[in-house]
């Protein structure tokens, strides 16, 4: 049985005599148990809307809602064996970490005094702050109180979890840290979770599945990987990446891809997924993008703009047919800014999109290795 289901989920806001707003259109959403879900899209895509139903803190306009089975769309909060953190996670200032994290135990249990404070204590040593139990939040660090805060959700062993953008108070290096201690800790609880993040590097390394939304509505489910080698879309495939994908408009003339000084002849599989579209767009991303001498069949020439040098490797930002990219090349690899290059885009590696619904036409070939495919698939 699905832990948590979204089923044609809608909830539009009314406000007053504006008009009305979609938080959310028709969105359907499976998790089994255990399932961790990064829910990512740029800011005001419906995340927190989505969250905030399934915790039953905004109702819901139609569809359902259904927790271990059972329609809970006008269940109170407190009766549907959630936990959520948000961002400003708000710990109590005059309560200590202790208190801050039996304090909701306390309230919607009939757990007793030691019941309670063996949870806490057990579940503080787990995050780390068994030390700290005594100390006021203005006494902890960002990331220690970011902890209790978790830990707060965590002690209530809720059925599902809900996790809003909790990290984005912290500096990128804890952030990074906080990312792998989360997943161990739901790998370990296997408690079923919603994380949302704007941010698509925690959606990638974060989710065993990804949903990515934009304007309320869903683009795509998929494993990480899916997203990355198979977008649906061009917006996934925009959304999902960084540096991002670039993009070149262009035009279809016979059997080839045409835009400023560029013309890039289709093999007849991919000029077959093109058929009847008078523009497309062709995607590729920067690490496919080859530097190599002389000329050839999906090349083209490109004025270097700026080098980023990271040092493993250095983006090249440059300019081809009028059209801006960036290029991941080698760290060792030396190029002056303002000259002139050949840049190929191989077409095993290109990605073709309507030009008119954005949709993906024919997306890259993939590797055919077993690892790799057992990643990409969908694991439920
Ligand atoms: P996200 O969390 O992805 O940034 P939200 O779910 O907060 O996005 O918002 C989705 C859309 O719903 C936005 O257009 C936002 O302006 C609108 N919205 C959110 N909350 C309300 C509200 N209480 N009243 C009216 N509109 C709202
Ligand atoms: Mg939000």
Not at 375 to 380: G, I, K, N, P
């Amino acid at each position: 049985m699905a832990d948590l289901e979204l089923r044609n989920f809608t909830k539009v806001y009314q406000a007053g005599s504006t008009d009305p707003i979609i938080g959310v259109d028709d969105l359907n959403i499976t998790l089994e148990e255990g399932n961790f879900l990064v829910l990512v899209g740029p800011s005001g895509c419906g995340k927190s809307t989505t969250l905030r139903s399934i915790a039953g803190l905004e109702s819901v306009s139609e569809g359902e809602i259904r927790i271990n089975g059972n329609v809970v769309n006008d269940a109170k909060p407190k009766d549907r064996d959630i936990a959520m953190v948000f961002q400003n996670y708000a710990l109590y200032p005059h309560m200590s970490a202790r208190e801050n994290m039996s304090f909701g135990l306390k309230m919607t249990t009939n757990l007793s005094d030691e019941e309670v404070s063996d949870r806490v204590e057990r579940v503080a040593d787990m995050m780390g702050i068994g030390d700290l139990l005594g100390d006021k939040p203005k006494e902890l660090s960002g990331g220690q109180q970011q902890r209790v805060a978790l830990g707060r959700a965590i002690v209530r062993e809720p059925q599902v979890f809900l996790l809003d953008e909790p990290l984005s108070n912290l500096d990128a290096k804890l952030r990074a840290h906080m990312r792998t201690e989360i997943q161990e800790l739901q790998n370990d609880l296997n408690i079923t979770t919603v994380y949302v993040t704007h941010d698509q590097t925690e959606a990638m390394t974060m989710g065993d599945k990804i949903a990515i939304l934009d304007g309320g509505k869903l683009q795509q489910v998929g494993t990480p990987l899916e997203c990355y080698y198979a977008p649906k879309n061009r917006f996934v495939a925009g959304f999902i990446g960084e540096p991002a994908m670039n993009f070149f408009e262009m035009e279809v003339d016979n059997s080839d891809l045409l835009s400023d000084g560029i013309r890039y002849s289709l093999s007849e599989s991919r000029f077959d997924s093109v058929r009847g579209e008078g523009r497309v767009t062709l995607g590729i991303r920067p690490e496919d993008i080859e530097l190599v001498d002389g000329s050839g069949d999906h090349t083209a020439r490109a004025k270097v703009n700026v080098i980023e040098p990271l040092g493993d490797i250095n983006y090249m930002h440059a300019e081809a047919g009028g059209t801006e990219l960036t290029v991941k090349i080698p760290g060792e690899r030396y190029v002056t800014e303002g000259s002139e290059v050949t840049l190929a885009f191989p077409e095993d590696k290109i990605h073709l999109f309507s030009g008119e619904t954005g949709d993906a036409l024919c997306n890259r070939s993939l590797p055919t290795d077993e690892s790799f495919s057992a990643q990409l698939s969908l694991h439920d």
